[in-house]
């Protein structure tokens, strides 16, 4: 096998091509948010299209999550042995085409087998585009770099999500697949043209197997690809950040999932007032995220965090324990539970990339979405047990997963002074 190039250094770019680049960034992680949401609010269409049940539907989504989680963990042995910027195009490129497969889905069977595949590489992107800002910007700075990556969860909850369920009511179930094919194939070009080749990261020796020769070395051989993985998931340094990783998003995952069925079956809403609950809380937080992400840069990510996650206490255990309140009121008061819930997690993502080694910052990553993705199944899971509906269909229990949540939330307040990067958190990796 012909060696690969020689490593180049980390670019450094104009501010200009920097923020085009986080905004690309953020513009990918858009369209795989969109992916996974989108197919809650299709899930009356799709029962009828396919006569199947609900439980087909939540299979579907449960599809992706478990197929995301462990293409990430599998994404861990060979994501730090390629140029970034090639991994994340073929990567999109083929998650382009599981959206062509949704949108071209014959019977519920290809459609769940395409659900699966959207995971397997819609996994793997979030890593890789948190690998692309641990490389590119200094530490000093990630923080307002993920505030603006992390906006994606608002542009989807704000704009892709409500115009997705739009065009399905006019158009078919499939017409928010084709509108993720037309965004990523525009995006894909776009990120093509801007991003630069990132392979610094490959100069470095290696700890994980690769599936090519980097610098004329042989490849490590496949009966070490488990060994060096569980090397991996077995430093202290690792474990605790995957811990508050893993805690943050099953505190939230306790709650989240089930708000639309509570405002709907004890408050009374209309399924599509629901849609405006959204979209004033995901207007939020497209303000509200770049705040907190230069707030971390300046105070310190892990006391932002801190901070954050100490005041979402408040909404976590508001939203469990609703009183009868008018659309407008809920309007008015959701934005505090979206701003602060997701915006913990802007200071945590950006403490995660200090965490590893740069030569491992790939690697540890991939890990970490799988373990997010474990996190949120695991949450929605333990907050379904808790859940009771009554013959009029109000919900009862949610009290309790709002409790439990916000002893999660004090355990990740304490546990976050644990977590330490690898290298002083003002110093560039």
Known sequence: MRPAPLSMPVPMLTPARERAMLWLLALT????????????????QLMQAFHIGPAAVSGAVSAYAWCAGLSGLLAATYIDR????????????????????????????VLLWSRAFAGLTGGVLGAIVMAIIGDVIP?????????????????????????????????????????????SLLIWLGA??????????????????????????????????????????????????????????TAGMLVIPFISPVLVGNMGLAPADVTWVYLAGGCATIFTARVIGRWADRAGKQQVYRWVSLLSIAPLLFMTHLPQLPLLALMLVFPFFMALVS???????????????????????????????????LGAWLGGLTLQTDAAGHIGGYGWNGWLAAALSLWTVWWVARVRGAAPQGAPA
């Open 29 to 44: 992680q858009f369209t795989v948010i969109m992916d996974f949401m989108v197919m809650m609010p299709l899930a009356p």
């Open 192 to 249: 093509a043209r801007v991003l630069p080749s990132l392979t610094a990261h490959m100069g470095a020796a290696r700890v994980l197997p690769s599936l090519t020769a980097h610098m004329g070395a042989a490849p490590t051989p496949l009966r070490q690809v488990l060994p060096n993985l569980l090397a991996l998931l077995r430093e202290r340094r690792h474990l605790e950040a995957f811990a508050l990783s893993i805690v943050n998003m």
């Open 82 to 109: 390629f140029d970034r910027k090639k991994l994340l195009l073929t990567m999109f490129c083929l998650f382009t085409v599981s959206n062509l497969a949704c949108a071209l889905a014959p019977n519920f069977h």
């Open 343 to 377: 915006g913990r997690t802007i200071p945590l993502q950006a403490l995660l990339t200090t965490i590893p080694e740069p030569r491992k910052r790939g690697a540890f990553l991939s890990a970490n979405s799988a373990l997010q993705s474990l996190g949120s199944g």
């Open 139 to 183: 530490a000093e700075r990630r923080g307002a770099a993920t505030g603006i990556v992390m906006t994606s969860f608002a542009m989807a909850a704000v704009g892709g999500v409500p115009i997705g369920v739009v065009l399905a009511a006019h158009f078919g179930w499939p017409s928010p697949f084709f509108l993720l094919v037309v965004l």
